[in-house]
C-alpha cells in the first residue's frame, strides 16, 4: 500500500487539479458570457435611445448633444456611419456637424491609433466620412501599411477627404497591391470622377506586369472609363501581347467598342488561347452585325464548352437574329453538341 | 389584425434593418405619412394577405425569408392591391437589377445609398400619379 502512496497521491492531486480548472474554465466562460450580454444590451439601448436623436437631429440642428461615453463612442459611431453609407445629400452634411458638436472627430482621431483592427477600421472610415484633412498624413501612411483590409480601408478614406489629391497615391497603390479586394477597388474607383481617374489609370494599366495590365484594365471596365479606348486599341495593334491581356481589352471592346472595333475582334476569334476567343466571342456578341453571324456558328463547334456556350448566347443575343432563325441554325447542325449547346437560348428566347 | 392601413396616408414600409426603419419612420411621419412597417419578407406578406391595401409601399429588395421581388408579383396578383404604387429600394444599381424591378411591376426604384429628399419626392410623384 505503502509504495502505491505517490501514484494515489499523483492521481487525486491531477484529479483536483483537473476539477479546478475545469470549475475555473467553467466560471471564466460564463463571466465572458454575462459580459458580452450585458455589453450587447448596453448596445440595443444606445441604439434604442439615439437612432431617434440622431434621427431628429437630421432635421433640426441641435445646439449641444447628450455626453457619450468612451464605452458608447463605437456604438455611435456605427451608428453614425451606418446612416453616412446609407444616404446621399444634405443628410450627410447635417450627419457630419453632429459628429464635430459631440466630439467624436477627436475620438475617431485617437481611435486611429489603437491596438483594435475593429476600431481603426472604424476610426478610418469615420474621418473619411468627415472629410477630415488632419488626419490625411496617418492615413497615407496606413494605406501603405501591410495589412490588406486597413490599407484598402484608408485609401478609400483618402479618396473621400479628398479624391483629386488622393489620386496620385491611389493609382500606384491599386497597381501594385494585388491583395486587395478587387470588388472593393472597383466601388472605390467608381465613387470618384471619370475625368479624375482615367488617365492616370490608363497610363498605370501600361507601366506594370502583364497580370497586373489585366487588371487594371478591368478596373477600367468597371469605371466605365471609355477615354481609354483609343489606347487599348493602339496597344493591341501594337501585337503579341499577353493573352490575359488581350482578353480584358477585348472584353473592354464589347461593352464600350463600336464597328471600328470589328475587324480587330474578328482577328481573334481562332486564336490558340481559349480565353481569348471566349472574349472575342462575346465581344462579337455586343458589337457584332449580321456578316458576323457565321463565325459565331463556326464557334459553336469550338474544342472548349465555354466558347462554344458564349457563342450561342451571343448568337441568341443578337437583336436581328430572331427565336425562327436560331431554330433553323440548330437543325442545321450536324455536330450534336452544337445543336445541344443552343438548345437552353432556343428555351429561354 | 392589420386592419388600420387603409388610409390615403398610409405607407407600408418592408425593410429589414432596424436603424434604417428608425430613421425613415421617423422622417416619413414628420411629412404627415402614417407609416406600417414590416421587418421581413414573411411579415410583409402576411400584411399583404390581412391588410387593406396601404396608400403606397416602400419595398427592400432585399428580405428575410420572401425577397421583395417575390412580395411585388404577390402584390400585383392580388386584386385589392393591384393599384398600389410600389417604390423599390435596391442596393444594386446594376441595370439588370433595375430592369427586372420596372418589369416586375414596381412604379419607381431608390437605389441606396439614396437622398432622403429624393426619396420623398418619388413618394409624391407616386401618390399624385394614383391619385
Known amino acids: 500500500m505503502s509504495t502505491l502512496d505517490p501514484i494515489v497521491k499523483l492521481v487525486w492531486t491531477s484529479g483536483v487539479g483537473l ?28 441604439l434604442a435611445l439615439w437612432t431617434p436623436f440622431l434621427a431628429q437631429s437630421l432635421v433640426h440642428a441641435p445646439h449641444q448633444l447628450p455626453r457619450i461615453s468612451a464605452a458608447d463612442s463605437y456604438t455611435f459611431l456605427e451608428l453614425w456611419n451606418y446612416f453616412h453609407a446609407s444616404f446621399r445629400g444634405e443628410i450627410k452634411e447635417r450627419l457630419n456637424h453632429i459628429a464635430c458638436l459631440s466630439g467624436m472627430n477627436r475620438v475617431a482621431m485617437r481611435m486611429l491609433k489603437q491596438w483594435s483592427v475593429r476600431k481603426r477600421l472604424m476610426a478610418i472610415a469615420t474621418l473619411g466620412h468627415l472629410r477630415e484633412r488632419s488626419a490625411w498624413a496617418e492615413l497615407t501612411r496606413i494605406a501603405h501599411g501591410e495589412n490588406p483590409t486597413l490599407s484598402l480601408a484608408a485609401a478609400k478614406a483618402l479618396v473621400d477627404i479628398d479624391a483629386r489629391a488622393a489620386t496620385p497615391i491611389l493609382i500606384p497603390l491599386v497597381a501594385s497591391r494585388t491583395n486587395w479586394s478587387s470588388a472593393k477597388v472597383a466601388a472605390v474607383l467608381k465613387e470618384m470622377e471619370i475625368d479624375v481617374i482615367s488617365e492616370p489609370l490608363a497610363r498605370a494599366a501600361f507601366s506594370v506586369s502583364p497580370d497586373n495590365t489585366a487588371r487594371l484594365i478591368r478596373y477600367l471596365e468597371a469605371t466605365r472609363c471609355t477615354s481609354a479606348l483609343p489606347v487599348l486599341r493602339w496597344y493591341v495593334k501594337q501585337g503579341t501581347p499577353e493573352d490575359r491581356v488581350v482578353a480584358a481589352c477585348l472584353r473592354f471592346f464589347g461593352r464600350f467598342g463600336s464597328r471600328e472595333d470589328l475587324e480587330m475582334v474578328r482577328s481573334y476569334l481562332s486564336h490558340p488561347n481559349w480565353l481569348v476567343r471566349l472574349e472575342a466571342v462575346r465581344a462579337l456578341g455586343a458589337i457584332g452585325i449580321q456578316e458576323d453571324v457565321e463565325s459565331l456558328i463556326r464557334r459553336l463547334v469550338d474544342e472548349n464548352w465555354w466558347v462554344r456556350y458564349r457563342a450561342a448566347e451571343a448568337l441568341t443575343g443578337l437583336p436581328f437574329v430572331g427565336r425562327e432563325r436560331v431554330r433553323q441554325i440548330q437543325e442545321e447542325q450536324t455536330d450534336q453538341s452544337a445543336r445541344e449547346i443552343l438548345a437552353p437560348f432556343l428555351f429561354a428566347a | 389584425m392589420f386592419r388600420e392601413a387603409a388610409n390615403k396616408s398610409a405607407l407600408l414600409l418592408a425593410e429589414d434593418e432596424e436603424q434604417m426603419v428608425g430613421l425613415l419612420r421617423f422622417l416619413l411621419e414628420r411629412q404627415g405619412y402614417k407609416v406600417l412597417v414590416a421587418t421581413d419578407g414573411r411579415q410583409a406578406l402576411s400584411m399583404i394577405n390581412e391588410m387593406p391595401p396601404p396608400a403606397l409601399v416602400i419595398l427592400d429588395v432585399m428580405l428575410p425569408y420572401v425577397r421583395g421581388g417575390q412580395l411585388l408579383a404577390q402584390i400585383r396578383a392580388k386584386a385589392e392591391w393591384r393599384a398600389v404604387p410600389v417604390i423599390m429600394l435596391t442596393g444594386d444599381s446594376t441595370e439588370g437589377s433595375i430592369v427586372r424591378a420596372l418589369d416586375a411591376g414596381a412604379d419607381d426604384y431608390v437605389i441606396k445609398p439614396f437622398s432622403f429628399e429624393e426619396l420623398l419626392a418619388r413618394v409624391r410623384r407616386s401618390l399624385n400619379s394614383r391619385a
Open chain 1, 19 to 46: 476539477v479546478v480548472l475545469a470549475f475555473s474554465l467553467f466560471l471564466l466562460t460564463l463571466a465572458s458570457r454575462l459580459w458580452l450580454m450585458g455589453k450587447e444590451r448596453r448596445r440595443k439601448q444606445f
